[in-house]
Structure formats: structure tokens, C-alpha cells
């Protein structure tokens, strides 16, 4: 698990002087096209403001309320029977379904909890690991007109589930509870 | 779907404040979670802008299409049906690179192209093909190898160390990859059974 960590943090960094010591070799304008990758990230990060205002809202409320408690509280028992942090269950139904939805659980735990609990670390790998899989069926599938989608939904959401887990297991192999 | 899952979630969370006498704190909260969205996604600025700027020089370099020529091998196996040389291929495998490095938008253009070459391959039928569930698989439990997002929220809200989560994701997402081909796999041979 040691290595785990270590590949973790090394990652990045040999990643990014890999990145620009085999652009420079190739000859191509690094730093035009760094700036030209970076505006789309800008263009990006203004474009979910209206998404995550929206959702970030909602959770707020049910949370403040009271209403998210009370839900934990009646699924518990059921949850903690399978080995499930019962904060995570919200974001593991919605991640499959909206991926703005499941960015503001996901920093709505993050926030709560602190990015190095388990919960947190959980909610950061199940966000990564997964993706939204009614989003791709409908974009994917539309944009070429398929209306007979056979098994697709059901492989997605059980292949969705498999992450979900996995996700539960190596946050606890690797980080304990 | 999620119009009437965002609506619950709030109307639930008044009726229940109204019960619960804790209409206070939902008035706090509606500022709050708003200001909070906002201040979060001025804080993904910077890492984002930082890394598509690295994903595009990786891009202009060939530096994906040379790990896409390294995964072909595996990939001709998941997807039969589709002969090696066929546009299909290619955008199979530019997508799943464009995935795998958080460029979500970048990836799904492709996925559409994937698509439309599957769609072609299977003589134009409105029809979802073996191959196109297989790769609506894959792209779901998607392999990640830099959860770009994750690790941005993770450094607004400063951890101790935000890239930790790196190696696990990776591990979570090869594990899901790997059921989600074996789930696929079980309903296609079903299919072939029954008809």
C-alpha cells in the first residue's frame, strides 16, 4: 500500500516534465499550445457555476434541514449490514444520473467531512472512478439516432454498481477506515 | 429525471423545515450552498486551466495517439466485430485516451464518431449493436488515470494531500472496467442463447 501512495505523488509531477520534454522534442509550441488548452479549462470551470449553484443549493437545504439526517438514520441499519457509509449512499444513487448533481455531493462531502476522512476520500474516488452513465447513453445514443438500446442501460448501471463498490474496497485496503 | 430528483431534494427540505422548526437554517443554507458553488468553481480555475494546457501539448505532440496505438492490441480483442483498420477503431481509441485523461469534453465529440462508424459497421439499424453496448461499457466505468476535477476540489478545500486518491481511482475504475467487459460479455453470450 506504501506504493500505492508513492505512485500517487509522483505521478503528476513526472507526468507533466514528460509532457513538455516529448512536446519540446516533437518541435511543437509548447507554451501556445499550453495557453490554448488552458482556455478551455476556463471556459469549463464558468460554465458548471450555474449547475453547481443549482445543486449545491438543494443539498444545502435538505441538508440544513434536518431531512438528510433522518434519511441516513432510516437506511443505517441496512447500509452499515453491507459494509456502507450510509453519507455515501445520496451520492452513489446520483452518480450514475447527473454528473453536476454528483460534482456538488461530491464537494458538499468534501467540504463537510474534510478531503482526508473517509468519507471524503471515498466520495473523491467513487466521483472519479465512475461515470455518468444515463448522460452517455442519452448523448452517445441520440446523436446517432439509436432507439433500440438492447442491454445498454442495464450493463451501464450493473457495470455502475461494480465501481461503486470496487470504490468501498480499495479506499478501505489502502486507507483504512 | 434529475429535474424532479432536484426538486424533491429541495421541497422535501422546506416541508421538512417547516416540521422540524428549522426554517432558519434553510434560509442560511439557500446563500450559503449558492455562494459556496460559486467560490468553488472560481477555485477550479487554476488547476483546470493548468492541466487541459498540458493535455493539449500532450495533444499536439501525437503523445495520445501514441498510447492509443499501445492499447490496440487490447482493445481489438473487447470489440470483434470491428476490423482493425476501420475509422471505428480510431475513435474508439481517441475517445478512451480522452477519457482516461479527464478531458471530458474533448472525449465526447469522438464518442459520437465512435458511435456513428458502429452504427455504419451495423448496416445503419437504429439498433443498439454488440458493440456499441461494449463500448457504452467501457466509457461508463471509465479508466481514469488523472481525476482532474477530484483533485481540484480537493485542493480548495486543502488537503493534506490532494493527488493521494490517484492511485486508488485508478485502481477502482480498472476493477469496474473489468466488470463492466465481464457483465457485458454475460449478457451478449445471453442474447445469443435466446435468439
Given at each position: 500500500m506504501q506504493i500505492v501512495s508513492m505512485i500517487s505523488l509522483w505521478f503528476i509531477p513526472v507526468l507533466i516534465g514528460f509532457i513538455l520534454i516529448y512536446?519540446?522534442?516533437?518541435r511543437i509550441p509548447t507554451y501556445e499550445s499550453f495557453v490554448e488548452g488552458g482556455k478551455e479549462g476556463i471556459k469549463i470551470a464558468?460554465?458548471?457555476?450555474?449547475?453547481?449553484?443549482g445543486?449545491?443549493?438543494?443539498?444545502?437545504?435538505?441538508?440544513?434541514?434536518?431531512?438528510?439526517?433522518?434519511?441516513?438514520?432510516?437506511i443505517r441499519p441496512a447500509l452499515e449490514a453491507i459494509?456502507?457509509?450510509?453519507?455515501?449512499?445520496?451520492?452513489?444513487?446520483?452518480?450514475?444520473?447527473?454528473?453536476?448533481?454528483?460534482l456538488g455531493m461530491t464537494s458538499d462531502l468534501i467540504a463537510t467531512y474534510g478531503p482526508d476522512s473517509f468519507i471524503g476520500r471515498l466520495a473523491s474516488v467513487l466521483q472519479g472512478s465512475t461515470d455518468t452513465t444515463f448522460?452517455?447513453?442519452?448523448?452517445?445514443?441520440?446523436?446517432?439516432?439509436?432507439?433500440?438500446?438492447?442491454?445498454a442501460l442495464k450493463v451501464g448501471l450493473l457495470a455502475d454498481l461494480v465501481g461503486i463498490i470496487a470504490a468501498i474496497v480499495v479506499v478501505t485496503l489502502i486507507f483504512g477506515i | 429525471m434529475i429535474n424532479i430528483i432536484w426538486v424533491l431534494m429541495t421541497v422535501i427540505g422546506i416541508v421538512f423545515a417547516m416540521i422540524?422548526?428549522?426554517?432558519?437554517?434553510?434560509?442560511?443554507?439557500?446563500?450559503?450552498?449558492a455562494s459556496e458553488a460559486v467560490t468553488l468553481c472560481i477555485g477550479l480555475i487554476s488547476i483546470l486551466v493548468f492541466w487541459l494546457g498540458m493535455m493539449k501539448i500532450a495533444e499536439d505532440a501525437g503523445l495520445l495517439k501514441r498510447l492509443a496505438l499501445l492499447f490496440k492490441p487490447i482493445v481489438k480483442r473487447l470489440f470483434p466485430e470491428v476490423p482493425s483498420e476501420h475509422p471505428a477503431m480510431g475513435y474508439i481509441l481517441s475517445n478512451m485516451m480522452a477519457n482516461m485523461f479527464g478531458l471530458g469534453n474533448a472525449a465526447t465529440p469522438l464518442g459520437i464518431k465512435a458511435m456513428e462508424e458502429l452504427k455504419n459497421l451495423n448496416g445503419g439499424s437504429n439498433e443498439a449493436s454488440r458493440s456499441m453496448i461494449t463500448f457504452l461499457a467501457i466509457n461508463t466505468s471509465s479508466i481514469t488515470l488523472i481525476p482532474t476535477m477530484v483533485i481540484a476540489i480537493r485542493m480548495k478545500y486543502e488537503s493534506?494531500?490532494?493527488?493521494e486518491i490517484v492511485g486508488p481511482t485508478l485502481i477502482a475504475s480498472i476493477s469496474s472496467a473489468l466488470g463492466?467487459?465481464?457483465?457485458?460479455?454475460?449478457?451478449?453470450?445471453?442474447?445469443?442463447?435466446?435468439g
Open positions: 512536446g519540446t522534442f516533437k464558468v460554465s458548471i457555476i450555474p449547475f453547481l449553484v445543486m449545491l443549493v438543494a443539498i444545502s437545504v435538505f441538508r440544513a434541514s434536518g431531512a438528510l439526517e433522518y434519511l441516513n438514520e432510516l459494509g456502507v457509509p450510509p453519507e455515501i449512499f445520496p451520492l452513489s444513487i446520483i452518480r450514475p444520473i447527473s454528473g453536476s448533481a454528483a448522460y452517455v447513453l442519452t448523448v452517445y445514443f441520440g446523436a446517432v439516432g439509436i432507439r433500440k438500446m438492447g442491454d | 422540524n422548526g428549522t426554517m432558519d437554517q434553510v434560509n442560511e443554507a439557500v446563500f450559503k450552498g493534506v494531500s490532494p493527488t463492466a467487459i465481464i457483465i457485458d460479455r454475460y449478457f451478449y453470450y445471453r442474447r445469443t442463447r435466446k
